[in-house]
């Protein structure tokens, strides 16, 4: 009867030990955008998107799957078959973080197949939401970056309002949480000033970068620096909106 108990309390300890030494089960963040989130090519360095410094983020539990695209709105991401790959695969507790209207909102007539009305703007959010609820995961919200321009006195001005308005909409409306890179990005930019914000983007002098050997000035697309400051600001809006997630980030290391 001894040996009996003895069996039995190590049976217990070890079943103990098992549910304290298990981890979070693996998820996957899926990225889904356009060029200033996307993994650039190293042939548009230093051209950054804020999902790379994003992915570093994270513990070894989530893997970060960035298929957003350069050039993309939301409706040719659907007419690409870009979305549904990312809809099949997707399983209870993943993470879609969307941010589209650089592109939507693109008149010329050069872009016409990327141009998306508002309101089917609106339809395509809806379709992404929705889908990724049905698989149990999580959909988050995010306004498009905003572009560098500022006004005579120095202040960001607003690139995306029509678009941005559409985001905060339907994510009152869907109960989806939302990050407000519109608006923080243009507070970062004004923090930095008109000419020291040229250091968070891709703006180089002629026969400075061989990449860009005639010289750039290129207000939307993002830096390493200055996209990891992005990625930064995405990371300090999820812990204002105190989603799950952040049990996933990395822990700084105690020396």
Not at 65 to 77: D, I, L, M, Q, V
Not at 177 to 201: A, C, Q, W
Not at 235 to 254: G, T
Request: hydrophobic fraction near 35%.
């Amino acid at each position: 009867m001894r040996m009996f108990n003895k069996i039995s309390a190590l049976a217990v300890v070890l079943t103990l030990c098992s549910f304290v030494l298990s981890e979070p089960e693996q998820i996957t963040i899926y990225l889904i955008g356009d060029s200033t989130v996307c993994t650039q090519p190293v042939s548009q360095a230093p051209v950054t998107g804020w999902g790379t410094p994003f992915a570093v983020l994270f513990n070894k539990t989530v893997k970060v799957e960035n298929h957003a695209r350069g050039g993309r709105s939301t409706r040719t991401f659907i007419s690409e078959n870009r979305w549904q790959p990312v809809a099949d695969v997707l399983k209870p507790g993943d993470y879609v973080f969307m941010q589209f209207g650089h592109n939507d909102e693109a008149t010329e007539e050069k872009y016409e197949e990327r141009y998306t009305s508002p309101t089917d703007y609106r339809k395509n959010l809806i379709r992404f939401i929705t889908e990724t609820k049905a698989k149990n995961a999580f959909p988050v919200l995010v306004t498009p970056v905003s572009r560098r321009r500022f006004d005579k006195d120095g202040k960001a001005l607003e690139t995306h309002i029509e678009y941005s308005k559409v985001v905060a909409e339907v994510s009152a409306e869907y109960k989806v949480p939302m990050i407000d890179l519109d608006t923080r990005s243009r507070e970062l930019y004004e923090s930095f000033g008109v000419e020291n914000s040229k250091l968070l983007f891709n703006v180089s002098q002629p026969g400075t970068n061989p990449q860009f050997p005639d010289g750039v000035d290129d207000g939307t697309h993002f830096s390493e620096y200055g996209a990891r400051l992005l990625a930064e600001l995405v990371l300090d809006e999820m812990k204002k909106l105190k989603l799950d997630l952040l049990s996933r980030v990395v822990k700084p290391v105690s020396k």
